[in-house]
């Protein structure tokens, strides 16, 4: 469980529903649009990634997959929404997207 008190980024995000819809929209939007078993698997790796300090091997490891599948999935991932993982800002956009969209993202994905 996650106390508010301890994540600021939850608060805001909490504070700010249909902005955070937005947000994951207009981050997300061309994954969100992918057949649901891309998108699962494209979304889980990237929150594994993320779990993962961007450790493409730990990412593997924990996803059971090769290394080169986790960068072929991110590489596709960049590829689809036009924001590169290596640049802090985009992969901060990113970050607070998958962060807000979290509850209703694993409903899509299951």
Not at 4 to 13: G, K
Not at 83 to 102: H, I, K, M, W
Request: proline residues 5%; contains cysteine.
């Amino acid at each position: 469980m996650r106390r508010f008190n301890v994540a600021p980024l939850a608060i805001l995000l909490a504070s700010t529903p249909k902005r955070s819809a937005e947000l994951v929209q207009a981050v997300l939007g061309p994954v969100l649009d992918l057949p649901a078993d891309d998108r699962a698997a494209t979304l889980d790796t990237l929150t594994a990634w993320y779990a993962a300090r961007g450790s493409t091997s730990a990412t593997a490891q924990r996803l059971f997959l090769h290394r080169n599948s986790v960068r072929y999935r991110l590489r596709r991932f960049e590829e689809l929404t036009g924001r590169d993982l290596t640049d802090p800002a985009d992969a901060a956009e990113v970050y607070v997207a998958l962060e807000s969209g979290s509850p209703t993202l694993r409903v899509m994905c299951s």
